[in-house]
């Protein structure tokens, strides 16, 4: 009943330093998940949107369907990959998922 206001004060700081402690294991949990999980999967789609806009005609690819063949038409947002002679397939650009033989640019004759 008697208690001095010295004690309730230390009894108050010391559930604010707990009530942060609680909120460590959440934050690593975030960070590692960051690092782990959602880092490498953003760098796989800028790595992949890179590939897509270097497209050009003569390049091979493979295409989500399983699909491989080589690119005569590159258009905004698709482009037109020939899989047999004569048999040409319009593919939507992003569903191009590896590009197999890229096409070397031609040097300057010196």
């Known amino acids: 009943m008697f208690v001095t206001p010295a004690y309730a004060q230390a009894a108050g700081s010391a559930g604010a330093a707990g009530a942060f402690?609680?909120?460590?294991?959440?934050?690593?949990?975030?960070a590692i998940m960051y690092f782990l999980m959602i880092r490498p999967q953003q760098k796989r789609a800028k790595l992949h949107r890179e590939m897509v806009a270097a497209l050009k005609k003569g390049d091979q690819v493979i295409t989500q369907g399983g699909i491989i063949g080589k690119v005569s038409t590159?258009?905004?947002?698709?482009v037109e990959v020939e899989v047999a002679t004569g048999v040409?397939?319009?593919?939507v650009r992003a569903s191009i998922t590896q590009v197999l033989n890229?096409?070397?640019?031609?040097a300057a004759n010196s």
């Open 74 to 78: 590159v258009r905004d947002d698709e």
């Open 21 to 30: 402690a609680q909120f460590i294991p959440l934050i690593l949990i975030f």
């Open 88 to 91: 040409k397939v319009r593919v």
């Open 102 to 106: 890229p096409t070397a640019p031609v």
